[in-house]
């Protein structure tokens, strides 16, 4: 089981990077995710994870993944057989590296080829759209359970060693039949695809071929099906075949699944992460779940900034806790934190309003100006007091932010500006109007709170001038800042703003 990965001068990772993985223990998930947007570096460490554990005792590193005369560096601390090991690198020539593994109680080093005498493989790499061998080994006793546990142990002797599941998945999927076992790897994978109705082996063509049964009843060889189910299958297998102590790492388990079955994968992710440690690196917010970040799981957000150099960061326990309270313990809120605010795990920016109205009037005011939209979250913040949370949540991801408080909102906007008066990444904007728009007493009609939009949601003509430099100021934050990544909390804090300074001098509060 791994327990953590370091890594710099490697690709695009400079600095020291740490993944403190997730452990499956009292009651704890073992679920570790990694996020972040294309080439921002979460293939590397995968990669790397794989390069590790592969059967090669040394690695070679193209020179386009070394920096100058900088070695690479590699750290794996992990636990097999009840032994705490860390594994590194040492260079021997040039782009040559050799694995070292250290045995953590006294200190000694024992060859990588140690490994070799474990049953298992220490993980099990299950890659995205990788093509897989839907043929199998035909002849005697392909159909029967005649010398399967020998096959068997050949199919684990190839792996063994190995970071990638074996293409020839085929092989491995006849023997699940012939081992009687295909009811318990159905199970698995009806959870995820429940509109699958079987799935057989048989003789097509000369060969030996698994094929796919439809709802209609009609049989088509699994290659003719979308890349979703075919790569459903081999997550399926590996977590029905490799033991609980085989850390499974999985490349974008969620590409072509249809939203339903992406959700449908992840309670199958975090089900078996209770007994065991699971790592994928994902696109989906299908894939975070409010509660399992109170639970033991982690989310890691890979970034990189302006210079292309990669960072991980992670989101503090009490920082989570904050967050789960608002959006799914509080039932008054939970269902406006849904797909949508888990975004926020995947975005570089964000700007947290009260509320859905303002989140919809600025919207909508955008739209109307043919103008693009700013990356505002979910639905709002839940409500004044909260946003300070979300806002800490953001920093703690390594995102820019902006935060725009209802005038009448001075004290959680002071709370906020003061939190914050350090990060450079973080601008704080209070509103020189009560509220987004007009609110009006239903019984008498007495103005209650002043916006810049009627109570009807249009802008009014003295106070666009306003919302108009409040929304370039909040775009001109958020964009300048997108690609300066920084760690919370440091910077200028110039760019904590009282927006009423700004306002003109004839505005009406």
Known sequence: MLISFSVSNYKSYYERCTIDFALPANGSNGLTILVGKNNAGKSSIINALAMCFDAKPNVVFDKMDRHNDQDPFIEVKFKFEELKQTLTLKNEARAWYKKILTLDHDGSEVPYETISNYTMPIVAYVPSRRPWEDTFQGGAGAHDIRGFEQQRSSIFEQSRLGNRQLERLGDQLNQIILRGEKDQFDKILKSILPDISDWTTDRVAGQDRIMYVSASGAEHAIRDVGDGVTSVFRLCFALHSYPKNVSIILDEPELSLHPDGQKRLYEVLRKYSKERQIIIATHSPHCIHWPDLTSGTKVYRIAQDEDGHSFAFVASDSVLKDVYNVAHK???????????????????????????????????????????????????????????????????????????????????????????????????????????????????GKLLKEGFFTEKWQIKPEREDDFVLILEKLRSHLEDNESKLSRYVSGDSSKIVDFRSLVRADSKL
């Open 330 to 444: 509080d039932f008054k809120n939970r269902k406006l934190f849904d797909y949508l605010a888990k975004e926020i795990f995947f975005s570089s920016s964000a700007l947290f309003v009260e509320g859905q109205e303002d989140v919809h009037i600025i919207s909508r005011y955008l739209e109307s100006k043919g103008q693009e939209d700013l990356p505002l979250f979910s639905y709002g913040a839940g409500g004044s007091p909260h946003i300070i949370k979300w806002v800490k949540l953001s920093r703690e991801l390594g995102l820019v932010v902006a935060a725009l408080y209802d005038g009448d909102k001075e004290g959680d906007e002071e709370t906020c500006r003061k939190e914050f008066s350090s990060d450079g990444k973080v601008l704080v904007l209070l509103s020189p109007c009560e509220d987004i728009r007009d609110k009006i007493d239903e019984k008498t």
